[in-house]
């Protein structure tokens, strides 16, 4: 998305493998290097795969309510990080 400008001058964040790389390109953003996922406006970002889920499930509880995302949850026996900054893949969690 950063190639895009969609993001300039708004928070984000990404793969933190890739985080140097990712915002030495796109300088515009502002990248935040310590969260699962970054909400700003319209856009989501996320910093990985399982994050993406996290980012999944708070996307649902915002736009349809805790019942539907706890339902999803349960559907995928999964165990959501409800916290965006509890990042244990940041560098200062590593």
């Known amino acids: 998305m950063g190639a ?7 928070n984000a964040t990404t793969n933190k493998m890739e985080y140097s790389k990712i915002a030495s390109e796109y300088p515009s953003v502002n990248w935040i290097e310590h969260a699962r996922w970054v909400v700003d406006g ?11 889920l996290d980012l999944g499930h708070a996307y649902v509880t915002a736009k349809f ?5 706890t339902k999803i949850q349960r559907t995928l026996e ?17």
């Not at 895009?4 to 708004?10: A, E, F, I, P, W």
């Not at 309510?65 to 995302?69: H, L, N, P, R, V």
């Open 4 to 10: 895009t400008g969609l993001l300039d001058g708004r």
């Open 78 to 94: 999964y165990v959501a990080n409800k916290d965006p900054s509890n990042d244990p893949f940041a560098p200062s969690s590593v």
């Open 42 to 52: 319209k856009y989501w970002t996320s910093s990985g795969v399982s994050a993406g």
């Open 65 to 69: 309510g805790e019942e539907a995302a």
